[in-house]
């Protein structure tokens, strides 16, 4: 299996997590998306016509968006369960996790922070404000719905599951980008639990190939 993946991706980082959690081998293939290399003609038409990160190849399968990534492997690769099969679990897993992809990464990431910046116009302090206000409004969110249905020492029991390998990589970028997250205890106790989790900690962006500092 080949995963096409950029260190700093927080959705790279969901499928390395999802990866790692189910002991599956894999080869890196990096793309700088710094440098516009998910663009290129090459990734576009023969591995991810959406030309973003991530992307696996899997035998003759070749799949983009993290999220379909994960319940593809999941459907393949079925222990651990990281979407459990019970209906009410399986929808509080599905609730939170595109809370975070559908409400939260979307308006945040590279292209749409770029987009700001370079063809509106916006400089720096207003381009931060504006992240800080996503992550606020999104963490929020995070936050009161695992006050009302979380439980166990992960977000949804005492396993991670695809709510926790969304949570992460959002956590980890919010802080890189300087917000405070004190206001969100019981998202940052998942976290504090992850940074001491062999999976969470093997997928970490300073463990890939192509790690810059």
Same mark, same amino acid.
């Given at each position: 299996?080949?995963l096409?993946s950029?260190f700093?991706s927080?959705?790279s980082?969901r @499928?390395?997590i999802?990866l790692?959690?189910?002991g599956?081998?894999?080869d890196t293939?990096p793309v700088n ?7 290129a003609?090459?990734?576009v ?18 799949l983009g968006?993290?999220?379909?990534i ?8 079925p222990?651990?369960?990281?979407v459990?099969q019970?209906m ?5 897993v599905?609730?939170l996790s595109?809370l975070?992809?559908?409400?939260? +990464?979307p @308006? ?8 700001l ?6 400089n720096?302090?207003q ?5 800080? +206000?996503?992550i606020?409004?999104?963490m929020?969110? @995070?936050e009161?719905?695992?006050?009302k +249905?979380? +439980?166990?020492?992960w ?7 695809l709510a926790?390998?969304?949570l ?8 890189r980008?300087g917000?405070?997250?004190?206001a ?5 106790? @998942? ?14 962006p300073?463990r ?6």
């Open positions: 299996m080949q096409y950029f700093n927080s959705t980082y @499928v390395r999802a790692a959690l189910k599956l081998a894999f293939i998306i710094r440098a516009g290399e998910h663009r003609g090459a990734y038409d023969e591995v991810n016509p959406s030309a973003t990160v991530p992307a696996i190849v899997d035998g003759g399968v070749a968006q993290s999220i379909a994960i319940d593809y492997l999941d459907a393949k690769y222990e651990p369960r990281l459990p019970d009410e679990a399986r929808a509080r599905l609730e595109m975070i992809s559908c409400d939260i +990464h @308006v945040n990431n590279l292209r749409v922070l770029k987009y910046q370079g063809t509106l116009g916006l720096a302090e381009k931060d404000a504006w992240y800080r +206000h996503w606020d409004e999104g929020a969110g @995070v009161r719905l695992l006050a +249905h979380g +439980h166990g020492s977000c949804f029991g005492d396993a991670p599951t926790d390998i969304c992460v990589p959002q956590i980890a970028n919010a802080q980008m917000c405070d997250m004190s969100y205890p019981r998202a940052m106790a @998942v976290f504090a639990l992850a940074k001491a989790h062999p999976a969470f900690l093997a997928a970490a300073n890939q190939p192509d790690y810059t500092a």
